[in-house]
């Protein structure tokens, strides 16, 4: 119900990337659930849109753009929400593309980060900011309920929306029984596990479980290569569905895994939000960070490791933007370990 100073009308800025925008699906949640009348809008990229577009038969509005490349698609946004004002902006997103969609919205609350968080200048773009600290994204962008007046749930609500047709494709073209699901590619090689160690893992993996794996991922030209010398080099059957799903068949996917294996990409936060076991790689970033919210037991994070050994620094004294962006960071990782988790999982599961 709303009530004499609630929010009739919440505007939303978070335009990408893809597990970004699965990690802000619990503060849209909590919005609705404290204020179901409110009107809910969501200005979001395009790709990100695919994974959300169920939303809508919720209720939320999505204003859906490409990215802006020049003044005129910032003008072209104006001029969509001409006439409109929100009793609240939420600043999800500060870069120097997204900073300056801000002044193209009106609001009577401008709500985004501070310094400890902001960059590009994003303290220019808005009026309020939530407190410093250095969460995991989704409590950070539950900060923005809390902002609000809002107490927090003790369990947050996901509810990714599954499409019909998306559902259909999986049950015809997947295996019948849960499976080992992999995506090998994050959105930058960096923070890639290295082809031969996951060929390794595979190889084992097979052994254990040996249904087919299920390869996920998406069509860029890198993300081929690498799957391919991982078929090669694993030697085990496989469903290679690379760069040949939708995003909404990606999620019917990660729906139906039994266990999800990849490093920080938005994969890891799908899975999750269906409860799917996730091991996940991290060195680049901490998994405290990205990592599967809440479920971070089966990851294997080196990221301390390799704050003090590849940048000389302690990681309690680091800023909480700050990435080890060097190309050895994922080889701390070592295989062994990652093999303990994913038995631990198959074992829970009486397969083992």
């Known amino acids: 119900m709303i009530t004499s100073g609630s929010p009739r009308s919440i505007c939303i800025v978070r335009l990408s990337a893809l597990g970004d925008v699965v990690m802000a699906l619990p503060l849209v949640r909590t919005l609705q659930a404290r204020w179901p009348e409110a009107r809910i809008t969501w200005i979001i990229g395009r790709a990100a849109h695919e994974a959300l577009a169920g939303l809508s038969n919720e209720g939320i509005e999505f204003v859906v753009i490409e990215k802006p490349r020049g003044i005129?698609?910032?003008?072209?946004?104006?001029?969509?929400?001409?006439?409109?004002?929100?009793?609240?902006?939420?600043?999800?997103?500060?870069?120097?593309?997204?900073?300056?969609?801000?002044?193209c919205i009106r609001a009577r609350r401008k709500i985004g980060y501070g310094r400890d968080r902001a960059k590009d200048f994003h303290s220019c773009f808005i009026r309020e900011s939530i407190p410093p600290a250095k969460p995991h994204l989704v409590d950070g962008f539950l900060q923005f309920a809390e902002a609000l007046g809002l107490e927090l749930p003790r369990e947050v609500d996901w509810r990714l929306p599954l499409q019909p047709a998306a559902e259909s494709w999986a049950g015809a073209t997947l295996p019948g029984k849960p499976f080992i699901a992999v995506s090998p590619c994050s959105s930058k090689p960096e923070r890639d596990w290295?082809?031969?160690?996951?060929?390794?893992?595979?190889?084992?993996?097979?052994?254990?479980?040996?249904?087919?794996?299920?390869?996920?991922?998406?069509?860029?030209?890198?993300?081929?290569?690498?799957?391919?010398?991982?078929?090669?080099?694993s030697q085990v059957p496989v469903l290679d569905m690379v760069g040949r799903t939708s995003v909404p068949q990606l999620i019917a996917a990660l729906a139906r895994c039994r266990l999800l294996l990849a490093p920080d990409t938005g994969a890891v936060h799908i899975a999750n939000a269906f409860g799917r076991p996730v091991v996940g790689l991290y060195a680049v970033?901490?998994?405290?960070?990205?990592?599967?919210?809440?479920?971070?037991?089966?990851?294997?994070?080196?990221?301390?490791?390799?704050?003090?050994?590849?940048?000389?620094?302690?990681?309690?004294?680091?800023?909480?933007?700050q990435r080890v962006h060097d190309p050895r960071a994922m080889s701390l990782i070592g295989v062994e370990e990652v093999i303990c988790k994913i038995d631990l999982i198959l074992r829970k599961a009486g397969l083992v």
């Open 72 to 103: 005129c698609d910032y003008l072209a946004l104006r001029r969509r929400l001409a006439g409109r004002t929100f009793d609240v902006l939420l600043c999800l997103q500060a870069s120097w593309r997204a900073n300056w969609i801000y002044p």
């Open 285 to 321: 970033a901490p998994a405290s960070r990205t990592g599967p919210y809440g479920r971070m037991e089966y990851c294997v994070d080196r990221f301390d490791e390799a704050a003090r050994t590849l940048l000389g620094r302690d990681p309690a004294r680091l800023p909480w933007s």
């Open 194 to 233: 290295p082809v031969e160690r996951m060929a390794e893992v595979l190889r084992w993996a097979h052994g254990r479980d040996p249904g087919p794996i299920v390869l996920l991922g998406g069509p860029a030209g890198r993300e081929r290569s690498f799957v391919d010398a991982l078929v090669s080099q």
